[in-house]
């Protein structure tokens, strides 16, 4: 089985494959200072959970933004599963062309996002990944990475309104019933959940007149289902295109 793992700044997603079967998936808070020990403890525990044990996993695939986690995942794979994961960054295959100025300046997480929507979707791909950031991706059919767009994610303008201000609360993550709240509580919904979907419908628009044609979106990320039903723009929703691509990276690097 296939361990794949997403390190973002926020969160560590993992997930189990089976063959082609996505069997399970997890969500773990980043904690930068944790050991490798710290880590093994979670993820074993979560393992036996689904009734999976050290043995059952001998592939691992991983994608880290925070670069001081990177030794630590190496170490703890190394340590307790004796294996050496494949850590997606410059080197490797991907099955795209990055045409940006400097390849080395994208993260793991869009080139795991970008591969599986290139190999999955076979078309002109729009991928907004709803993370810490807001990140838009453009891959070509052919397979060109051509770049995109990065904005604060939403949780982190939501948490900026709240440590930034005198007065205004932390709000639940709910779509209020109209565009005019009625309350402070209801307007920071509205601007949080309206307002994101507002951003993306804008940058997609503008990527799309620049390509000149109309490209598939796929939303993915912790928060892609929270906003994309507020907009139109949004083709699809894949909450687990990053470990998807993880999967395709790591057969492509070892077959």
């Keep these: 089985m296939l361990l794949a793992i997403d390190t973002g700044n926020t969160n560590v997603t993992m997930g189990v494959f089976e063959g082609d079967n996505l069997r399970a998936t997890w969500r773990i808070y980043t904690q930068i200072n944790q ?16 009734s999976l044990d050290v043995s059952d996993i001998n592939e691992v695939a991983i994608s880290c933004v925070v670069p001081p986690l990177r030794s630590t995942f190496n170490e703890l794979f190394r340590k307790y599963f004796d294996i050496t994961p494949l850590m997606v960054g410059p080197g ?44 838009f991706d453009t891959v070509s059919k052919e397979g060109d990475y051509l770049g995109g767009a990065v904005a604060p994610g ?37 601007g949080l959940i309206f307002g994101y979907a507002g951003l993306i419908e804008g940058i997609v628009t503008r990527i799309q007149d620049e390509l000149g044609k109309k490209a598939m979106v ?38």
């Design 35 to 50: 050991m490798a020990d710290e880590y093994a403890v979670m993820i074993l525990n979560l393992l036996n959970h689904q």
């Design 154 to 190: 939403i949780a982190i303008a939501a948490e900026a309104l709240f440590t930034r201000t005198a007065a205004l609360p932390r709000v639940e993550w709910v779509k209020p019933k109209k565009a005019i709240g009625t309350s402070t509580v209801t307007a920071i919904q509205s």
């Design 92 to 135: 490797i295959k991907t099955g795209i062309r990055i045409r940006i100025d400097n390849p080395r300046e994208v993260g793991s997480d869009r080139i795991a996002n970008a591969t599986a929507a290139h190999t999955i979707y076979k078309d002109d791909v729009i991928v907004v990944a709803m993370g810490t950031a807001t990140a």
């Design 218 to 255: 796929v939303a993915t990320g912790g928060y892609s289902e929270l906003v994309a039903d507020e907009t139109k723009v949004i083709d699809t929703v894949n909450p687990n295109l990053t470990l998807m691509g993880l999967k395709i990276l790591y057969e492509m690097n070892t077959a």
